[in-house]
């Protein structure tokens, strides 16, 4: 089990940028898939970035070469860049981790950070 805490979110005008990090506890952290993921109100969670213990990343499209996932194995923690922000990115975001490269979901999961952008 590996725990999970975002930071990063926070209010900001359309066009900003918000910087999210994603602090895992546990030695095995460079080992494990990971992925932010955001739920608007009223809506499903919605997967929108994933990042392999070798750095290989994919997006959802409604963010793609907007937002930029990143991790650092050194201090256990991961990262989402988020820029062009729009009213419509407006959620919760979460960071999740697979328990392993062989599992199907993620299954751990922090608390959310909330970030809200303005028109």
């Known amino acids: 089990q590996v725990q999970l805490v975002e930071s990063g979110g926070g209010l900001v005008q359309a066009g900003g940028s918000l910087r999210l990090s994603c602090a895992a506890s546990g030695r095995t952290f460079g080992s494990l898939p990971m992925g932010w993921y955001r739920q608007a109100p009223g809506k499903e969670r919605e997967l929108v970035a994933t990042?392999?213990?070798?750095?290989?990343?994919s997006y959802a499209d409604s963010v793609k070469g907007r937002f930029t996932i990143s991790r650092d194995n050194a201090k256990n923690t991961m990262y989402l860049q988020t820029n062009s922000l729009k009213p419509e990115d407006t959620a919760v975001y979460y960071c999740?981790?697979?328990?392993?490269?062989?599992?199907?979901?993620?299954?751990?999961w922090g608390q959310g950070t909330q970030v809200t952008v303005s028109p």
């Open positions: 999740a981790a697979k328990r392993s490269v062989f599992a199907s979901s993620y299954d751990n």
């Open positions: 990042i392999s213990p070798g750095g290989i990343t």
